[in-house]
């Protein structure tokens, strides 16, 4: 199973359309097709998403089924 993680703890309000957690089977097409419309959801809407491995966080662009784990995080707004 794997998992797209959306790191809600970073905004003080923000409200979400679905739950935290997607998680899917890379061998079931409607799940797969599920996690990458949220995906390219949360990017449109300019959220990062990162693929996590235990040898650190590295920023993606585009949705890969086989990543283990993919963090999504808020835009940030600063200045």
């Known amino acids: 199973m794997t998992t ?5 703890h970073l ?3 923000w ?7 997607v998680s899917w089977n890379p ?3 409607l799940e797969v097709a599920h996690a990458q419309h949220k995906f390219q959801e949360y990017l449109q809407d300019g959220w990062m998403a990162f693929q996590d491995e235990p040898s650190g966080r590295t920023q993606i662009f585009t949705f890969d089924p ?3 784990r993919i963090l999504l995080m ?3 707004g600063g200045g």
Do not use: A, G, H
């Open 27 to 29: 061998d079931d097409t």
């Open 15 to 21: 409200r979400l359309p679905d739950s935290m957690t």
């Open 11 to 13: 905004l003080k309000e």
């Open 4 to 8: 797209i993680q959306v790191m809600r």
């Open 74 to 76: 808020p835009p940030l």
């Open 66 to 68: 086989l990543i283990n």
